[in-house]
């Protein structure tokens, strides 16, 4: 078997049938499915999937602190902000184009913790990182971790029905799969430890850095705006997490084919420019899956990217120190190329049908 079908854990219904079809669960089975992941208590090794849930859950306090004490209507407009614009900017920024896609490289350590720690932490890097290589090579066909034709809920529940690692690697696969891991700075488990913990992260170091990241958060959020800020970013935090895994599904078309001409130009997969998550997260999803080494996304005029805005800053004043960049490859093979062939279609196209008629 290819490493990359066996890199995930395959979830009890399994990826396809026996004809190689794409297996549709129920909301039942997809619920037992997510329950019997999280569940610690049947099997330890499900600890890192218990972990991102169990990271939501926490944070619905604040969501009730924020409505019933500490409403405010300007701190629920910086909660849209933050929901909208900076945590899901800082998901692209951090969680998909360094950690998954090496689009960029820090000139020294201290960028990328402060890079990664630059918005509340919601979910573990492990379990975005794996599945989205999964998801690029398998895009919209059985295998992929959000295959949009699953339905919405079988992408809303991907975190932890589709999205861990396999718990039984080789050696070897363990090793390659703990190398998509390597740049990151999170702490990787050797072969013995994923044995006994059943992740490529160290429980220690992924618990100890949430704690970190969300003490440091909540105390300097109440330091700017006492606990009404805090509970309202914190509650925006929670509304990312989710609305991320509705991305998954509504990127791809829902898992119909909704290109438009002259915006989508990738056509192996259903992946969609939407202005939305283009415009406030640089998730030019379309351009993406054409180029998705690129740091940056938004290649046509009008495709603004903040993610890229704060990578080509960051390279400014010396803290990152090469980035790849596909828009000129992009404007080259897609956009110019469009200009010149359109004529010559035309006059393919013209004796043909003039033979018919004839
Ligand atoms: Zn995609
Ligand atoms: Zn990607």
Redesign the pocket.
């Known amino acids: 078997m290819a490493f990359i079908d066996n890199i995930l854990d395959t979830p009890s219904y399994g990826w396809k049938d026996e004809n190689g079809e794409l297996v549709k669960p129920t909301p039942k089975q997809l619920w037992a499915e997510a329950f019997r992941r999280i569940n610690v208590f049947r099997d330890k090794r499900n600890w890192i999937t218990m972990t991102s849930w169990l990271m939501a859950t926490l944070m619905v306090p604040f969501v009730i602190a924020f409505f019933f004490f500490h409403f405010s209507w300007p701190m629920l407009a910086l909660a849209v902000l933050y929901t909208f614009v900076m945590i899901s900017s800082h998901g692209t920024i951090w969680f ?1 184009r360094y950690c ?2 090496k689009a960029y490289k820090f000139s020294h350590p201290i960028f990328r913790i402060i890079t990664q720690n630059l918005a509340i932490k919601t979910f573990p890097e492990e379990i975005y990182v794996l599945s ?1 290589h999964v ?2 090579v398998k895009s919209d066909m059985p295998g992929d971790p959000y295959n949009p034709k699953g339905g919405w809920l079988y992408c809303m529940l991907s975190d932890v029905n589709h999205q861990s690692i396999n718990k039984n690697l080789s050696e070897s696969d363990y090793k390659r799969a703990a190398f998509f891991m390597q740049h990151t700075g999170v702490w990787i488990n050797s072969y013995e430890q994923y044995k006994k913990w059943g992740s490529v992260a160290s429980p220690v170091y992924t618990i100890g850095l949430w704690l970190l990241n969300w003490g440091f958060w909540y105390g300097a959020l109440y330091l700017i705006g006492g606990h009404s800020l805090a509970c309202a970013i914190f509650s925006a935090a929670v509304i990312w997490f989710v609305g991320v895994r509705a991305f998954n599904y509504t990127g791809h078309g829902k898992g119909e084919e909704k290109h438009v001409h002259g915006l989508d130009f990738d056509r192996s997969n259903l992946s969609l420019n939407q202005s939305r998550p283009g415009l406030f997260a640089g998730e030019w999803h379309n351009n ?1 899956h054409l180029y ?1 080494g690129s740091a940056r996304a938004g290649f046509l005029p009008g495709q603004l990217d903040i993610p890229w805005i704060y990578i080509y800053c960051l390279h400014k004043i010396g803290a990152v120190t090469s980035f790849h960049d596909s828009k000129k490859d992009f404007i080259r093979r897609y956009v110019e190329a469009q200009k010149v062939k359109e004529p010559v279609r035309e006059t393919i196209v013209e004796p043909q049908r003039l033979q018919q008629v004839g």
């Open positions: 998909h998954t896609h989205h998801h690029h993406h998705p």
